[in-house]
């Protein structure tokens, strides 16, 4: 660990890589994740450039996906089944818009309504 702390930071992140890879076949997870930790370094996924940009995309993506299931389940149980049209509507919305539809939606009295 010591030697692997003391290299530049590509080289770091391979030898951490390839010792998670090791730990892992040889069960040994908790130990060098323990270790790690105690490391003089940090190393956070998010600052990853690919990882990192991957990571915050799919999370971007759940966060609209939870949005627009809420807001299906919504509209369903006060307007009953929901027209296509308005389906694709709603997957081309971003997760702030749909949140804001889930606001609006105790306000009016249709999908055409809710929707314009």
């Known amino acids: 660990m010591r030697r692997i702390a ?18 892992g076949l040889r069960r040994l997870e ?3 994740e323990r270790e790690i930790k105690r490391m003089p370094v ?7 450039k690919v990882l990192g940009r991957e990571f915050k995309r799919g999370k971007a ?8 299931t ?21 997957t081309s919305k971003s997760a702030a818009e749909l949140e804001a539809l889930c606001e609006r939606l105790l306000d009016v009295t249709s ?3 809710l929707l314009r």
């Open 111 to 113: 999908i055409e309504e």
């Open 42 to 48: 940090l190393l956070d996924i998010l600052d990853h």
């Open 30 to 32: 908790e130990t060098v």
């Open 70 to 90: 809420v807001l299906r389940r919504m509209m369903a149980k006060r307007f009953g089944e929901i027209p296509g049209w308005a389906e694709e509507a709603l």
């Open 61 to 68: 993506e759940g966060v609209q996906e939870g949005e627009q």
């Open 6 to 23: 003391g290299l530049e930071t590509t080289g770091r992140e391979r030898a951490l890589r390839q010792l998670m890879i090791l730990a």
